[in-house]
């Protein structure tokens, strides 16, 4: 009813009083905050108060600074820049290591030729000469610098300023080149980015530290040479190699060390100093599924002090959770989400420990069948093995039948060339440590391992239990133990194996069992070197891909290395190759003398119980190494015995079970392969059809 409404003596005012409303001042409503005002809210006094010039500058032109006698009275314009360019490549190359006038002198020396003049500095730094800078001198000689670098009108200005004193200037100038005749040169720093090693410029030799003179050994220094406090700022790409002084300098530059130029090392000398006088062993812990193999081995290395108390009991909570809390020591090997999950063991756990006489590097292979080629590439990569048996009733006789999987890693890793062995007799605590069990074991094992191969002399019987960690690092005190068992405890029987004679004289051979990109440039793959040694800055070249890279860092079992031999287990950041090209079961080798690539080979084969006989055209998977390759059997040659080798039948139709014969085998990709008789590591392949391992062989001719 508006028209009853009082409109003429209404007040509008009180019904905005609290509201915002579009034509209300910024400055009535809002906050601003200082910096917000000053920079755009206008001021009368701030325009009229004049602008006070900054006094740093008129002091520091105030200040008598000694000018630069060497060039800057008396080059012209032209020789200036050319001084300049000439000073640029010179730090490109060389970083902050080296004070100005140094690079000046030998400039102006050498006729502004950046690369003359860089070997003159490097070679006047490789002798080390008495004295060194007091503090004084250091402080002209930076502010020199700092003049040196002023813009030209500044530079003028201060001249004019000291111009009359020429007598100070000569005198300055006469003390200056003696200081510089008699200064030591600081080594080239190097600079760490993300934990890779990266060089920088030249390697500079230097005086140790009782005063002697000590070259570089190499190129890329390892993380402890180089303190956080010596990093460079990166600088630009050095001169073109063009006009490289490598072959036109007379003056040797002992810092640049090519992979040619590198000194050889004494590899067998620098392992035993390296391990202390301990040997390596690759030791494969294989056997049935759930018979116990990551608690086994979990709990040895927790009670050998690898993992520490904290760590373990957080496992054991994690596992009690999860309603797993026998699994407990089997998560310090299974690391995955997945194998937690699943409580089974998929791919190989890898670890390091020490015995009194050893340095071993574990792996814990799967024992389900379904990831028997991961098997492989562990049992491919050992030198010796455990084989975990379940002593429980029942459980051992699933293993050890038709179908379990107790035969089929014995077999393979024989096949692998493994001939030490130790059986591990694992759960005796749940059959009350019977004597009479663990013989019946001892018994049905030792006759199918002397099929086998296993000579009987290598393969030792221990009982243990995993969970409660009887007999694993220290003999056992469990009195229904000690009444009849005497032996040696797990850890004093891996002490005791023998360590294989490794290849390091061969050439160098790498197989990749991962490839990963990492932080900072390059990518990293790890395997095992089967043969030869590598150092940083070799260049390897990875076969079938054919392409060239440069190694950038090594490391063993996460600690840096500056170069590794063969049966280490590395880590290798490479660069100058594209990771596509690399895949798991490539092999790197040396650009001098590769690996041999083919798709087609003649090899030797033992079959092993097979139910289809094989005939031309069957289809077979090819495990070698780390690789996994479809292949065929092209051609049936003949059939040799067993013994002897002599051929007992040529063109067979097809090949039975138990039978020794020579196959030729076609792949559907290329594959790096070595002969048996040059290379044992790389010479031996596996064959499976439908889930089972059919046969074993080596390599005795490639095709193509």
């Given at each position: 009813?508006?028209?009853h ?27 601003i ?65 080296m ?19 860089l ?12 004295g ?73 030799p ?33 001169p ?80 009690k ?18 194998e ?26 799967p ?46 890793v ?11 007799v694992?759960k005796?605590?749940?059959v ?48 229904q ?53 590598i ?165 005795t001719?490639?095709?193509?």
């Open positions: 009813m508006s028209r409404r009082n409109v003429r003596g209404y007040n509008y005012d009180e019904d905005f009083e609290d509201d915002d409303m579009y034509g209300h001042s910024v400055d009535d409503d809002y906050c905050s200082p910096a917000t005002a000053a920079q755009f809210i206008y001021s009368r006094q701030e325009r009229q108060a004049p602008k006070v010039e900054p006094l740093e500058e008129e002091e520091y032109e105030d200040e008598e600074v000694p000018v630069s006698p060497t060039f800057s009275h008396s080059l012209d314009p032209l020789d200036q820049a050319k001084l300049y360019s000439c000073l640029d490549h010179m730090r490109a190359v060389l970083g902050d290591a004070p100005d006038s140094v690079l000046c002198q030998a400039a102006m020396k050498y006729g502004f030729d950046p690369q003359r003049a070997d003159a500095v490097l070679s006047e730094d490789a002798k080390p000469l008495p060194t800078r007091s503090t004084n001198e250091t402080m002209i000689s930076v502010l020199k610098v700092s003049q040196e670098k002023e813009p030209l009108p500044q530079r003028t200005k201060r001249e004019a300023l000291t111009a009359p004193q020429p007598e100070k200037a000569k005198s300055r100038e006469v003390s200056q080149n003696k200081l510089d005749s008699e200064v030591l040169l600081p080594k080239v720093a190097r600079m760490t980015v993300s934990g890779k090693k990266q060089t920088m410029g030249f390697d500079v230097s005086t140790g530290e009782n005063g002697g003179f000590t070259p570089p050994a190499r190129r890329g220094g390892s993380p402890e040479e180089t303190p956080a406090s010596e990093a460079t700022p990166k600088r630009p790409e050095t073109s190699k063009g006009s490289n002084g490598d072959e036109t300098s007379t003056v040797p530059t002992l810092g640049r060390t090519s992979g040619k130029s590198r000194q050889p090392i004494n590899v067998k000398a620098e392992l035993e100093k390296r391990q202390g006088g301990k040997p390596l062993l690759n030791l494969v812990v294989i056997g049935h599924v759930d018979a116990g193999k990551s608690t086994l081995m979990g709990h040895l290395l927790y009670l050998l002090g690898n993992i520490n108390k904290r760590t373990m009991h957080k496992y054991e909570q994690e596992s959770k999860a309603g797993k809390a026998s699994f407990a020591y089997a998560w310090v090997l299974d690391e995955t989400g997945e937690r999950d699943r409580g089974v063991t998929m791919d190989v756990g890898m670890t390091k420990f020490e015995t009194s006489s050893k340095v071993v590097t574990l792996m814990d292979a024992g389900h069948k379904d990831f028997i080629p991961n098997m492989i590439t562990g049992a491919a990569q050992a030198d010796v093995a455990v084989l975990v048996v379940d002593a429980s009733r029942g459980e051992f006789e699933a293993g050890f039948e038709a179908g379990g999987q107790t035969r089929e890693h014995a077999l393979l024989r096949s692998l060339s493994v001939t030490q062995l130790a059986v591990a694992n005796m605590d749940q009350n440590w019977q004597q009479e069990r663990f013989q019946e074991i001892v018994s049905k094992l030792g006759n199918f391992l002397k099929q086998a191969g296993f000579k009987e002399t290598d393969v030792f019987y221990i009982p243990t239990s995993g969970l409660s960690g009887e007999n694993l690092t220290t003999r056992s005190s469990v009195a133990l000690t009444s009849w068992y005497s032996g040696p405890s797990l850890v004093e029987q891996i002490d005791a194996f023998k360590a294989p004679q490794r290849s390091v004289d061969k050439p160098f051979r790498l197989c990749v069992s991962d490839v990963y990109k990492d932080q900072g440039s390059g990518f990293c793959v790890t395997g095992k070197i089967e043969a030869g040694y150092q940083i800055g070799d260049r390897i070249l990875a076969m079938p891909p054919n392409e060239t890279c440069t190694v950038k860092g090594i490391t063993l079992h996460d600690e840096p290395l500056d170069w590794a031999a063969a049966g280490d287990h590395v880590s290798l950041t490479v660069t100058g190759m594209d990771i596509i090209k690399i895949n798991v079961g490539c092999v790197f080798c040396g650009p001098k003398e590769p690996i041999k690539v083919c798709t087609r080979f003649r090899a030797r084969i033992l079959l092993f119980n097979i139910e289809v006989p094989i005939t031309k055209g069957f289809p077979v998977l090819l495990h070698y190494q780390t690789v996994s390759e479809p292949a065929t059997i092209r051609k049936l040659i003949s059939v040799l015995h067993k013994s002897s080798g002599e051929v007992l039948k040529k063109n067979p139709k097809c090949l039975g079970k138990g039978m020794n014969a020579i196959v030729e085998i076609q792949t559907q990709r290329p594959v790096s392969l070595e002969l048996y008789k040059d290379y044992k590591e790389l010479g031996r392949f596996m064959l499976r059809y439908v889930g089972s391992t059919i046969a074993a062989g080596v390599v001719e490639i095709k193509e």
